[in-house]
């Protein structure tokens, strides 16, 4: 069976955050990239991280953002990984790969196989059903990296069956802001986790 882990994306609020970090092999992203609809501040992250226990956190960041800006808020947040998009400069520096999330589209999986240095992990955009060529190619890359498979809608019987081509993978879960203080949506996720894992 395969092994799952997550990655809850765009959290804005304490009550996803406390049901992702009571889960295994989950991340927790935050994005901080201001052009982004789900834009949170470093101060809202902050005060939702305080409550977590030993969480495995994940800045979001975009494609104009500097790498000085990059590295100020993950000190300043005290986050370790750092998402960025393929075609950042980052993605070619060496010493920033080991706490990258490398964001990317099916059509560069060749792209991502030719990095000089593989990132800690992939977060790879993906509409619809792989093709076998897909599925090898994500083997190759999960060699060396964690790959997270990222939806923009969920369908279960045709991620399952998906994820059985892997003996480990990462799921992306879209989380939703609340509608009013403690009413989240972790129901839906709880759902969603326990229907792929079964």
């Known amino acids: 069976m395969c092994k799952i882990y997550w990655k809850a994306s765009a959290i804005d609020n304490l009550t996803d955050a406390r049901f992702f970090n ?80 490398i964001r990317a589209h099916r059509r560069d999986l060749n792209r991502l196989l030719d990095l000089n240095n593989p990132p800690y992990a992939i977060i790879l955009q993906t509409e619809q059903k792989l093709d076998e060529h897909e599925i090898q190619k994500i083997k190759k890359l999960l060699i060396d990296s964690k790959v997270f498979l990222c939806y923009d809608s969920i369908d279960i019987e045709m991620i399952k069956n998906q994820i059985s081509n892997f003996e480990e993978i990462g799921i992306d879960i879209p989380t939703q802001s609340e509608d009013k203080s403690g009413w989240g949506a972790v129901d839906i996720y709880d759902q969603m986790i326990n229907a792929l894992s079964s």
């Open 22 to 101: 009571a889960l295994d092999d989950s991340w927790i992203e935050f994005v901080f990239d201001i052009e982004d609809k789900r834009y949170l501040t470093q101060d809202k992250a902050i005060s939702i991280i305080e409550w977590l226990y030993q969480p495995n956190l994940l800045a979001s960041f975009g494609a104009t953002q500097s790498s000085e800006e990059i590295f100020n808020s993950l000190l300043n947040c005290k986050i370790e990984y750092a998402s960025i998009p393929i075609d950042h400069e980052l993605a070619e520096y060496e010493d920033f790969m080991s706490l990258a999330f």
